[in-house]
Structure formats: C-alpha cells, structure tokens
C-alpha cells in the first residue's frame, strides 16, 4: 500500500485540481487491489475444492470404508458418505459460483458505492461459506459417531467390555475425550480458515475504509 500512502499524501497538500486527479487515482488502484484479491479468494476456494475431493478419493474410497467398518455398519455409512458428499459438493459448487460472481461484478463495476457494496457483500460470502465448512464437518463427524454407536457390532463389542472392566465412567471420558479431539479439530479448521482468508479479508476491509473516506 506504500504507492496508495503517497497519493494519499500528495491529494491532502495539494491544490483542488490535483485532489480531483489524485481521488480518480486512488479509486482505480483501490479498484484493481480489491478485484485482484476477490479473485485471489477464488483461486484458493476453487483449490480447497480439488484438494479435499483428492483427499476423499484417497484415503476414504470403498476399500477404505470395507477397512474401517465392520459389515454391518459398511452400508450405513456408504449411504450417509454419499449423502453428505452431494450436500457438500452442491453446496460448496455454490459457494465457488458466488464467488465467481463477485469477481465479475467487482472487476466491472465503475462507481466507488457500487465496490464498497460488492467488497461487503464478498466478506459475508466468505464468512458463510467458512462457517458451513466448519458446522457440517462437525456434523459429519457426530452422525458417523451415532452410527458407530449405535450399529457398529465391533464398536459395540469394545464398549461393552469397557463397561464391564471399568463401568460408565470410562466410557464417559472416552466420549469426553473424542469430544475434545474434535473441538481440537475444529479449532485447527477456523484457525486454517482464518489464516487464508482472513489475510485476504483484511486487505479487502482496509480497501473499504479507504473508499469510505473518498466517498465522503
């Protein structure tokens, strides 16, 4: 931002003239920086995109799931996976396709109220789509530990004999534990999230401050 500082500088001495040339100036170049970090925002979803689905087809494939799972719980879980899979794919499809459009409008868009509306509404597009990532992870992982619970005949096995060995309040701890681990696993995801796009949220919030005092 250090060519924006100067031309803010330059506009605040000088005469009426150059503070109309010099607000034109800062607004392109608020312009291009907000549209190349909009795009930037695209780039990483449409990634995370290919990388998480990468992921899926390595390491949680059929063979994977026969592994993991006894037979009994195999075609439950094949169906929540599927499920879930859909949800997450259309919906994050979704999320891509917003993102796309704010791209475009920002890229296009010529008056300086018309960019501060698009950079707001791309921040709450990306705090909605973090924040679905998130909560349907979490809400995965539950449903699988549901089914696990309650229809795994090898899980069922374990716990029983835990019970017997020790009684509840293992079991207890060993669910509080799995609890933990996962708002462990969470906090990694926000604090990933947080990381990428808040980096860029940041940028894209300082452009819209800037805008603001021009538009005064």
Known sequence: MEELDLLKKAWQKDTHQFEQV????????????????VKWILIISILEFIFWNLINLMFLGDNYLRKKYSADVYDYIVEINFVYNVINYTVVALFIYLFYKNYKRISTTTSTK??????????KTVHYYVWFNIIFFVVGVLVLLYVQLNY???????????????GYMVICKTLGTVLALLLLVVLGIWLFYKLIYGILLGKLNKNYKELKKIDL
């Open 22 to 37: 010099s607000e034109g100036d800062i607004y392109k170049m608020l312009h291009t920086k907000s549209s190349s970090i």
């Open 152 to 166: 795994d005949a090898k899980f069922a096995v374990i716990m029983e004999r835990i019970h017997n060995d020790t």
């Open 114 to 123: 018309q960019l501060m509306q698009d950079i707001l509404r791309t921040r």
